[in-house]
């Protein structure tokens, strides 16, 4: 099976932007900061769970110096409500420190510097990339890997197969906001049980529509 036509998915991005024009994370943050240690918190945890934690956190720790100064034990009091939270918290006060020593305490804006920060991979370093720094990137998760291949915008097996194709296929000009639109499609509309094809704007576009 091939993805779409050009024609095709250029009609479904229009549609996405149409809908929702100004798309973003919802987690809540309010400095690149903020929005690194969040993302590194919602691995396999709701962006729900981890804003209700932040909320408790931030106020009190939202630096990389006040998370150090925190210390792991007492980060863990804040976030252990989420899932993997022991390691998390290791993972947020390495990655502060590195921080610190190597970047002036600032959120660094290229792949390779924050893929070598303790607990970041590809995917939430794509996150940041996007929603604080505006680069075109797309990160592919359990939502994003499942909308793709439903509307046939990629036909990939892995994580990095369909970020490539999404990268490749979707026009340019919707590039900064389409890992947004898929994410929310997916946990809103699209959901991996019981999708909502029969009030799905995209029903008439979609290949698998009803299928599912």
């Not at 987690?27 to 240690?37: D, F, G, H």
């Not at 990339?129 to 509307?151: E, P, S, Y």
């Not at 999708?195 to 009803?210: E, Y």
Request: net charge positive; charged share 20%; proline share 5%.
């Amino acid at each position: 099976m091939t993805v779409l036509e050009q024609q095709q998915i250029h009609r479904i991005f229009e549609r996405f932007s149409s809908q929702n024009p100004h798309p973003t994370t919802e987690l809540q943050y309010q400095s690149n900061y903020e929005l690194l240690v969040a993302v590194m918190l919602s691995a396999q945890a709701t962006d729900v769970s981890v804003n209700k934690a932040t909320a408790k956190l931030f106020p009190v720790a939202n630096t990389p110096e006040s998370i150090v100064a925190l210390g792991v034990e007492t980060l863990k009091t804040y976030i252990k409500s989420i899932g993997l939270y022991h390691t998390k918290a290791e993972n947020v006060i390495k990655m502060s420190a590195i921080l610190l020593a190597q970047h002036q305490g600032q959120v660094p804006n290229t792949r390779e510097a924050l893929e070598a920060l303790p607990g970041v991979g590809r995917k939430t370093a794509n996150v940041v990339l996007n929603t604080a720094f505006g680069q075109a990137t797309m990160a592919v998760d359990t939502h994003i890997f499942r909308v793709a291949n439903r509307l046939h915008l990629s036909r990939g097996k892995t994580p990095l197969a369909v970020e490539k194709d999404l990268l490749k296929h979707i026009p340019k000009e919707y590039h900064q906001d389409a890992h947004h639109w898929l994410i929310l499609h997916g946990r809103y509309i699209c959901t991996a049980r019981k999708p909502k094809c029969q009030t799905c704007f995209l029903a008439d576009l979609c290949p698998s529509a009803g299928l599912v």
